[in-house]
Nanobody, 122 residues
């Protein structure tokens, strides 16, 4: 599966951005789609995930209530709507796909996109 993420950019505190991740290839066996982020000098961390049906969504505590993950299976695309952005949201955001497992674990994801940079300034 190939993943192409886009939508990053620079925004001020309190602003919004929507990230997109288009998948191609053998997507039918990728039940889980997720977003992770990595800030400079920090480890990559879980942000949000969604099952193939869209029936289950998962969020880290740091983004819950501000970010929304969704997917359009007809377009093989996953979205991350980010509202009320904070400086601590600044990071490179990666989309990922996997068959399933522990949604917060990097090991549950086999395929990774190239990352898109989000910068939030005060």
């Amino acid at each position: 599966v190939q993943l192409q993420a886009c939508g990053g950019g620079s925004v001020q505190v309190g602003g919004s951005l929507r990230l997109s991740c288009a998948a191609s290839g053998r997507t039918l066996d990728r039940n889980l789609m997720g977003w992770f982020r990595q800030a400079p000098g920090k480890e990559r961390e879980f942000v949000a995930a969604i099952t193939r049906s869209g029936g289950m969504t998962y969020y880290s505590d740091s983004v819950k209530g501000r970010f929304t993950i969704s997917r359009d299976n007809a377009k093989n695309t996953v979205y991350l709507q980010m509202n009320s952005l904070k400086p601590e949201d600044t990071a490179v955001y990666y989309c990922a796909a996997g068959p399933g497992g522990v949604v917060t674990s990097l090991r549950s994801y086999d395929d990774w996109g190239q990352g898109t940079l989000v910068t939030v300034s005060s």
